[in-house]
């Protein structure tokens, strides 16, 4: 049974940076689609950032192109995402998630993931 768990959440400044960080455990995942989303107060999870099917490319939202990026090593099992230029709207609890491979369907819909860990919440002040 696997398990994902999320670090490095916090309160920052506008136009601070963050690291958050996701650490596998329980079995290996670096053949699944590895992605974050997050869930903004009284909103629906939506898609962050999120590695190609292949693992080979990166995949952003178009509201966090150029300012967040997401990279993995698989030696520790973490992945990361790294957030600069944070915005007040940016406010949310991020999650990691991995997706089985041969999954079918949208890989940014959350709805086709099969691991997620607990969140960690990211605030940024104006």
């Known amino acids: 049974q696997g398990q994902l768990v999320e670090s490095g959440g916090g309160l920052v400044q506008a136009g601070g940076s963050l690291r958050l960080s996701c650490a596998a455990s329980g079995r290996s995942f670096t053949t699944y689609t590895l992605g974050w989303f997050r869930q903004a107060p009284g909103k629906e999870r939506e898609f962050v950032a999120r590695?190609?099917?292949?693992?080979?490319?990166?995949l952003y939202a178009d509201s966090v192109k150029g300012r967040f990026t997401i990279s993995r090593d698989n030696a520790k099992n973490t992945v990361y995402l790294q957030m600069n230029g944070l915005k007040p709207e940016n406010t949310a609890v991020y999650y990691c998630?991995?997706?089985?491979?041969?999954?079918?369907?949208?890989?940014?819909?959350?709805?086709?993931?099969?691991?997620w860990g607990q969140g960690t919440q990211v605030t940024v002040s104006s």
């Open positions: 590695f190609s099917v292949a693992g080979v490319s990166t």
């Open positions: 998630a991995a997706r089985r491979p041969g999954h079918r369907g949208n890989a940014d819909d959350e709805r086709t993931y099969d691991y």
